[in-house]
């Protein structure tokens, strides 16, 4: 094959996949409903690493007992959506199931798309911890440490603005440090 | 970083402008060297040109290499000055403006690399180095989008993904080897990721190595061995988390491509190796011992024959070992019986290690292949379980598990021995003296053993049986080297003999209250027999080599 022409090809993959990838996620933020989640403290030592902050959100520990589940067990790896309503000024995990509800019109609730880490049984008591995608938050170099000094500090010091396509998938459109936006 | 610009603008238009003749004039100053170098004109002839139009004569050479030096030097530090210039604001340029940014720099190292590579000459090596930054740059895009929109780093084999896949084609179709080798590197790291974050076996990952990495590295040797030894660390991790069948499929393929390319032996060797982690995978996942196995061991033992690879043959050798290991623990578990360190499974193991070496003998008499890895895996097998019964300690922890299985066993390759050895003697097979020595040897073990097993609860009286049996060893040894004038035969035995004696020592005396005791007494101890032994040794030695 001629070099020139492989060349172009190339360059024009990689043009492509830039410009998909960006546009699917500008997609996402402009046609998605927003969310805000709630954020739970972790422990300040482990939550900075590098220049990205870790999220760990109240939805992504699911107690079975508490949200309406189509199995009573799930596999480590298993996909599964989880319908969001909102619960005052946030949005909180109502009902967990494998496959995607078809929305109904004036539906209010989102589905988000999760991947099961951990499932245990214990006694009575079911929980599982689903990763959403949502979990680093990436920020300039040396701003992260305000964010992780109020995680640490009180429960509502630190919310997540999500925006939740209809394909279950999110992406974090903002992180609100006491109610002021980092942007 | 302003003026870093600036002057590097200055410098540029200096240089262009530099001593700039009518352009006519310069024509002819480049074009005279070039006739005379033709022969079109003499030097006297140029001269004479250049005079009349009061010209001097420039070395073109020397000018265009001094220009590009400068051009360079020039282009060096624009390029510095914009890169500090982005630096310095980097954070306060909007995310898509630095993407578009980062990757126009990408497409141009990349057209760079094509114009160094393929269309300057004289330039190839850094056409390739510019390719390969093209694809870091390329990485380096990806990697700042994920940045940009927040993918989490749980997903980062994702961002490996796009990493990797859109630079394969700088690797294949500009024969690019840093590149590559990038990629193999890049494929595997997203490889474990997956496995990991996704907690699902990666079927992707083998399929391409095969279909494209493997077939795509032609004469290059450290792509292939970066993409095999991916393979191999794949089917490593399999058993942690009962992926079967990605062993599977990894071994398979590989035995395919050593099949399809039998010169290229480090295909069988992992092949084997992804094999054998299959077997494990699937004995513990389904608890049932894996008769798949046998034939696919049958094949790689036959293609060791075949080819004569004495390397595959011992890992056919683990391989069956490791096998008839899993095979009984899973009987044992379908029979609810105890799998645990029992007398009876070191028995078992020092039995089998004597068929072997039996098998070894056979071989060599009937001159076959491997007959001296058979005698060697066989009799070190056999010892070590000898010097594992040495041990009180062992013996009264595995002498109250009994497993019929095992017994069963003992008393099957017991048999087996027996009739082995009964044939080959009378086809005449131990005439040799070194032979009839070993084979004594292990004989001893071979009773002592079976006394072991008949009363596994007399723990004083095993323990003598298991040492004399060791001492056995290292005197039939040491006897064996002075007879047959073999000093490596003669040191084994030294070793054994030191080897006890330690044990021994270590085995009385660290149970003392006072430490310091062992490491005075042991401190005089390998002193002073280390220095006898040594002196014994080196007696033995002078007086081989004298008489030959």
């Not at chain 1, 995607?100 to 991947?115: L, M, N, S, T």
């Not at chain 1, 992780?148 to 974090?172: F, H, M, P, Y």
């Not at chain 2, 080798?181 to 076996?201: D, E, G, K």
């Not at chain 2, 004995?283 to 049932?288: S, W």
Request: net charge positive.
């Amino acid at each position: 094959m001629n070099k020139k022409v492989v060349l172009l090809l190339i360059s024009l993959l990689w043009i492509t996949l830039a410009v998909g990838l960006v546009k699917s996620k500008e997609f996402l933020l402009k046609n998605g409903k927003s969310v805000l989640l709630e954020t739970l403290p972790a422990d300040p030592r482990d939550l900075l690493r590098g220049d990205y902050v870790i999220l760990n959100y109240k939805i992504n520990t699911l107690d079975l007992n508490l949200v309406r589940s189509e199995k009573s067990s799930y596999n480590p790896g298993e996909k599964v959506f989880v319908r969001l309503e909102p619960r005052g000024r946030y949005w909180g995990a109502v009902a967990v199931q494998t496959k995607q509800d078809f929305q109904k019109q004036g539906d209010p609730a989102v589905y988000i798309k999760g991947r099961v880490k951990y499932y245990s049984h214990f006694k009575e008591n079911s929980k599982m911890t689903v990763d959403y995608g949502i979990g680093s938050y990436f920020v300039p170099e040396g701003e992260g440490k305000e964010i992780e000094r109020n995680i640490g500090r009180t429960k509502s010091a630190v919310d997540v603005e999500v925006v939740v396509g209809d394909s279950g998938l999110a992406v974090i459109k903002d992180v609100v440090v006491n109610r002021r936006s980092i942007k | 970083m302003f003026s870093l610009i600036f002057w590097g603008f200055i410098i540029y238009l200096i240089v262009r402008s530099w001593g700039k003749p009518k352009k006519v004039y310069r024509w002819l100053q480049e074009e005279l060297p070039r006739w005379e170098e033709k022969m079109l004109i003499s030097r006297e002839q140029g001269d004479t040109i250049l005079k009349f139009y009061n010209l001097k004569r420039i070395d073109p050479a020397m000018k265009s290499d001094l220009t590009k030096t400068l051009s360079l030097i020039g282009a060096i530090f624009l390029g510095l000055g914009v890169l500090f210039l982005v630096g310095a604001n980097w954070q306060k340029i909007p995310g898509l403006t630095k993407t578009v940014l980062l990757l126009t720099v990408t497409i141009s190292t990349l057209y760079a690399g094509y114009l160094f590579t393929y269309i300057k000459e004289g330039y190839p090596q850094l056409g390739k180095s510019l390719f390969l930054l093209a694809s870091l740059f390329w990485g380096a895009t990806v990697a700042l989008i994920g940045q940009i929109y927040h993918i989490p780093v749980s997903e980062n084999w994702y961002i490996f993904l796009l990493w990797s896949f859109p630079i394969l084609p700088v690797a294949i179709f500009f024969e690019n080897l840093y590149t590559h080798l990038l990629a193999s590197v890049l494929l595997i790291i997203w490889n474990f990721l997956y496995l990991s974050t996704n907690q699902a076996p990666n079927y992707f990952y083998p399929l391409i190595v095969f279909a494209v990495m493997l077939s795509t590295a032609k004469g290059s040797w450290p792509v292939r061995y970066i993409n095999v030894m991916g393979l191999v660390s794949t089917s490593v991790y399999c058993p942690f988390y009962s992926y079967e069948w990605l062993a599977l499929l990894i071994g398979a393929g590989l035995l395919v491509y050593y099949l399809r390319n039998p010169a290229e032996r480090i295909f069988l060797y992992s092949a084997n190796v992804a094999l054998i982690f299959w077997t494990i995978t699937f004995t513990t996942v389904r608890d049932v011992p894996n008769f798949l196995f046998l034939p696919v061991l049958v094949l790689l033992t036959g293609l060791s024959y075949k080819d004569n690879l004495s390397k595959n043959m011992l890992l056919c050798l683990l391989a069956l070992v490791l096998w008839l290991n899993l095979t009984l623990h899973s009987f044992s578990k379908i029979l609810d019986y105890k799998f645990e360190f029992s007398v009876s499974l070191i028995v078992l193991h020092s039995l089998l290690g004597i068929v072997f070496y039996i098998i070894g003998i056979m071989s060599k008499n009937r001159g076959r292949l491997f007959f001296e890895l058979y005698k060697i895996f066989g009799y070190l097998l056999t010892f070590a379980c000898v010097y594992l019964l040495s041990f009180p300690d062992v013996l009264k922890g595995a002498a109250s598990l009994v497993n019929p299985l095992y017994l069963n066993g003992c008393l099957v390759l017991a048999g087996a021995i027996i009739l082995l050895l009964f044939y080959e003697f009378r086809q005449g097979g131990f005439k040799n003296k070194l032979i009839q020595m070993e084979l004594g040897t292990l004989l001893a073990a071979f009773a002592g053993h079976m006394l072991v097993l008949v009363n596994p609860s007399a723990v004083i009286l095993n323990t003598l049986i298991g040492n004399t049996v060791l001492v056995i060893f290292a005197l039939c040894n040491i006897t064996l080297g002075v007879e047959l004038k073999k000093t490596y035969v003669f040191n084994l035995g030294v070793a054994i003999f030191v080897l006890f004696i330690l044990t021994r020592f270590i085995d009385v005396t660290w149970k003392l209250k006072e430490k310091s005791l062992f490491f005075i007494i042991g401190g005089i101890l390998i002193l002073v027999l280390g220095s006898y032994l040594e002196k014994q040794r080196r007696k033995f030695v002078e007086r081989i080599s004298r008489n030959e």
